[in-house]
């Protein structure tokens, strides 16, 4: 089992950053996929943003194109996600996953096999 811990989430100003991360308890975290989803007050869970384990290819929500990085270091088991321009939209619970098993994950929920318990995002207009 592997352990998911999130943090970097806060309040900030529409047209802000932040920077979130993502510390896993094992070293074979580096073998896995990972993604970040985010829960906004009374909807379900959305995809937000996915990276291989080697973090050579990365996978975008449309709503996060151009706006949102993802990326991992693998020395530090994190993976991070860099959220940029913030706007109200973007307010969540913001959630990392991980696939231990074999082959890549989407971005269906199911796909992923341990969760992180969120971090609070918050934009204020």
């Known amino acids: 089992q592997v352990q998911l811990v999130e943090s970097g989430g806060g309040v900030v100003q529409a047209g802000g950053s932040l920077r979130l991360s993502c510390a896993a308890s094992r070293r074979s975290f580096g073998n896995y996929f990972v993604g970040w989803f985010r829960q906004a007050p009374g909807k379900g869970r959305r995809f937000v943003a996915s990276i291989t384990g080697s973090g050579q290819s990365t996978f975008y929500a449309d709503f996060a194109k151009g706006r949102f990085t993802i990326s991992r270091d693998n020395a530090k088991n994190t993976v991070y996600l860099q959220m940029n321009s913030l706007n109200p939209e973007d307010t969540a619970v913001y959630y990392c996953?991980?696939?231990?098993?074999?082959?890549?994950?989407?971005?269906?929920?199911?796909?992923?096999?341990?969760w992180g318990q969120g971090t609070q995002v918050t934009v204020s207009s």
């Open positions: 996953a991980a696939r231990s098993r074999t082959g890549r994950a989407g971005s269906n929920e199911d796909e992923y096999d341990h």
